[in-house]
């Protein structure tokens, strides 16, 4: 237990060290944006609570998948089907969700 | 490594009152060197009154003096500076922390933490400056608020301009997140 709470601490800190990707001047997109911002917060917002509870993963429940799988299919459609700059814009947010993703499946593993 | 103090100055050392020496000494240290100076110039006084004719008794009770008035002087310089300090330093915090909401964090000031790191060092912005500015957006442009739910169940307003800064926050304006672009 305690080394799956220093991996998810390690991943935790490394992502925290990554900037938050820029919006975008394209509509779609930045709707996408201001919805990968509130993920963000508040996934990583229940990482320092696993972090600081017994049961590492027990704070994420099983709808966090759904929000990332919905989330996901929307920027690959943007990715697929919008403009050069919206689908740039859509492949760095997708990057970003992917890797915010990986800090909540090391989190739920630990339960 | 970024670093928000959140509690009061504790210092037991003392800095140079004129800020002219880049150093910060022990309170021990600083207390020798104006009892030492004190009872110099007591002496010098007791000395310039009696001149030659000054006893050993007389030269003590100047330097006690002296060194009593020194230290009474270096208290009063440590009571009004660290007073001081300290309220500098809680002002800040207590900025901060009534004007975020706490979300799904263990901690009011690891929200803050985690956001400024997030999107306000590459603009060069303190975590006061960055908090200061989610404010200010919040308050000239509340009226394009989006309502939105967060995750706890608590009603929210997401206010985003294209390309540009945007942010969540609580109806009564505490910050949830905010970005300049």
């Known amino acids: ?111 | 490594m970024a670093y928000i103090n959140l509690t009061y100055l504790r210092d037991t050392s003392l800095v140079d009152p004129l800020g002219l020496e880049p150093v910060t000494i022990s309170t021990a240290a600083a207390l020798a060197v104006v009892c030492a100076a004190g009872a110099v110039a007591g002496d010098i006084v007791v000395l310039s009154v009696s001149g030659r004719k000054a006893t050993w008794g007389e030269l003590a009770a100047g330097a006690g003096i002296g060194c009593t008035g020194g230290i009474a002087v270096l208290g009063a310089y440590a009571v009004a500076t660290g007073a001081a300090a300290a309220k500098a330093t809680e002002t800040g915090a207590q900025f901060l922390l009534r004007s975020w909401y706490q979300a799904t964090f263990f901690s009011a000031s690891g929200t803050v933490a985690y956001h400024w790191l997030r999107h306000a060092p590459r603009y060069g912005k303190s975590a006061v400056e960055y908090t200061r500015d989610a404010v200010d957006f919040f308050s000239k442009n509340q009226h394009l608020g989006k309502a939105v739910t967060f995750k706890d169940g608590t009603a929210g307003v997401l206010i985003r301009m294209r390309g540009g800064p945007g942010g969540y926050f609580t109806p009564d304006g505490r910050v949830v997140s905010f970005w300049y672009k």
């Open chain 1, 1 to 111: 237990m305690n080394d799956r709470r220093q991996q998810l601490r390690k991943a935790y800190d490394e992502l925290k060290l990554k900037p938050f990707p820029e919006g975008s001047d394209d509509e779609n997109a930045s709707q996408l944006h201001a919805e990968l911002v509130l993920i963000d917060t508040e996934w990583n917002g229940l990482v320092t609570r696993a972090l600081g509870s017994a049961e590492l993963g027990k704070v994420f429940g099983p709808e966090e998948e759904w929000r990332y799988q919905d989330l996901k299919a929307r920027l690959e459609s943007l990715i697929r089907e919008g403009d050069v700059r919206a689908a740039t814009d859509a492949k760095r947010y997708l990057d970003y969700l992917s890797a915010l993703w990986a800090l909540v499946v090391l989190a739920v593993r630990g339960r």
